[in-house]
């Protein structure tokens, strides 16, 4: 088995990244909580930059943080800074601090139309309601988030060329990763125009690293900065004395299907990280149940294997290195 780019490490993680205090942005300037648009007052497009889709995903939070501090200004069209899921961002917990992804629900298999506008009701599809209106008026997202292992940074650009296009211009991180996302419900970052090849709408979802690693927090960061450099909307002399001078290659992943879980005693046969690189077709890299977890091709990429291992979840992403 091949890894790409890190080390084997334990499970166990040192808290380098913290929560930060996010209640100067509680007002906002939208009337949606935690939600800031800069607008230049000019032209152009509409760029959104979401933190805390996921509430322990704390490094987009000290990005958009971090740009505020910096002076962000957009020269050119709008910039919306949103917190998103900051209900349960507050209720981080070192002792476990794992258990405040969501409160009810994942806030990030929520984003159709049928779900919005529909019965269901959570805390988390609550806050997704109160953020569809920033959503929907973004023409371009990136949408910051971090893992639970130790896999290097990804971009999951989508399934179509623009995303491709949009995560080959920003250059970071160096595995673009395109897919289709999840049985469990729909992405924001595949909401309406965002996930329809002829719509110019276009968004990333980056993976900065592992949560609490100091790195991750560099690199939604530097992806921020290099996203707006993409869009056109800010001052490339603020961005140059900004912008990590480093263009590392970057490698392309087509995820060609995910692992849903179907019972309740699925496990991993080995502590998979993400992008390991498993040469034999039909190597058993999981079982689920009695059922064998077979790899469908060589050179298999396991793309982020969940450890939350639940019935109807993803538990992994089979993928082929395209370049
Ligand atoms: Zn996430």
């Given amino acids: 088995m091949q890894k790409f780019g890190f080390s084997n490490m334990s499970t166990t993680q040192a808290l380098e990244l913290l929560p930060i205090d996010i209640s100067r942005f509680r007002a906002g300037n939208t009337g949606i909580p935690y939600v800031t648009t800069l607008d230049s007052g000019t032209q152009g497009p509409h760029v959104l930059i979401m933190a805390l889709t996921h509430g322990n ?8 943080s971090w740009l505020v501090d910096q002076g962000l200004q957009p020269r050119r069209g709008k910039v919306t800074l949103a917190f998103g899921n900051v209900d349960a961002y507050a209720a ?4 476990n601090p794992g258990a405040s992804r969501f409160l009810d629900e994942d806030m990030n298999r929520v984003w159709g139309r049928d779900i919005l506008d529909g019965p269901r009701q959570s805390r988390d599809l609550a806050r997704a309601r109160v953020l569809r209106p920033i959503v929907e008026q973004a023409d371009l997202l990136l949408d910051i988030h971090s893992m639970q292992t130790n896999c290097p940074a990804l971009m999951l650009c989508g399934v179509h060329a623009k995303g491709r296009t949009l995560a080959a211009a920003l250059g970071v991180p160096p595995l673009v990763v395109s897919d289709s996302g999840h049985k469990a419900g729909p ?4 909401f309406l125009g965002f996930g329809e090849e002829e719509s110019s709408k276009t968004a990333l979802l980056v993976e900065c690293g592992q949560h609490w690693k100091s790195e991750s927090r560099e690199m939604a960061i530097q992806t921020s900065l290099r996203f707006l450099r993409a869009t056109g909307t800010v001052d490339p002399d603020w961005l140059a ?17 995910a692992v849903t879980i179907t019972t309740p005693k699925f496990h991993f046969l080995d502590d998979f990280e993400g992008m390991e690189v498993i040469a034999r077709a039909g190597t ?4 689920d149940g009695n059922q064998p977890v077979l790899t469908p091709y060589d ?21 082929r290195f395209e370049t």
């Fill in 57 to 64: 995903e704390v490094c987009g939070a000290h990005a958009l």
């Fill in 92 to 95: 981080f917990d070192p002792d």
């Fill in 187 to 190: 992405r924001m970052r595949d």
């Fill in 241 to 257: 004395s900004r912008v990590d001078a480093q263009s590392p290659t970057q490698r392309f992943v087509r995820v060609t299907e």
């Fill in 284 to 287: 058993v890299i999981a079982m």
């Fill in 299 to 319: 050179d298999c990429t396991l793309v982020m294997p969940s450890r939350r291992q639940i019935v109807g979840q993803t538990a992994v992403r089979f993928g």
